[in-house]
């Protein structure tokens, strides 16, 4: 397992949830939800300069079946961006079922859908970057996929 703090990053047509990790890779937790038109790449700039992470990951939306949709892309289009924006390793990980996942968790917590909209996307960050965590100790390999600054992939 690598030694480092990871970003985590749940791209949202409106806002983009932000989760970190410690030092030690073992526990994600939530950090804020950003705007996705105001202000996202310098809230991403800020995040990077104050938690300097070794990684960030960036959830890749895909079909139940594996088939890539339109937030697909758009995940790939804001991974891209963020690759060319700063001096840290993108990657891209499957993320179906996330923000479900999220969702029944703070259902079942208490909170209803109109309280939860402000913590929603911090939560499936949290569960993102958490899946991420867990493939890296049981494979021992990075999770996803490493993209490259001119927007392609490795």
């Given at each position: 397992m690598r030694?480092?703090?990871r970003l985590g990053v749940d791209v949202g047509t409106a806002r983009v949830g932000i989760a970190r990790c410690d030092g030690h890779g073992i526990l994600a937790t939530p950090v804020e939800t950003l705007l996705r038109?105001?202000?996202m790449m310098a809230g991403i700039h800020r995040l990077v300069a104050e938690w300097k992470p070794l990684e960030i990951v960036v959830g890749l939306p895909l079909a139940l079946?594996?088939?890539e949709t339109a937030s697909t892309e758009d995940s790939r289009r804001v991974a891209a961006l963020i690759a060319r924006a700063v001096a840290?390793?993108?990657?891209?990980?499957d993320e179906r079922l996330s923000t479900v996942s999220a969702a029944r968790s703070l259902r079942e917590s208490g909170?209803?859908?109109?309280?939860?909209r402000s913590v929603i996307d911090q939560a499936a960050a949290?569960?993102?970057?958490?899946?991420a965590l867990d493939h890296e100790k049981s494979r021992g390999e990075a999770p996803g996929e490493l993209v490259v600054p001119d927007g392609g992939h490795a």
């Open positions: 030694i480092g703090v038109r105001k202000g079946s594996g088939s840290v390793p993108v990657r891209l990980v909170r209803t859908a109109r309280t939860s949290v569960t993102l970057l958490q899946y």
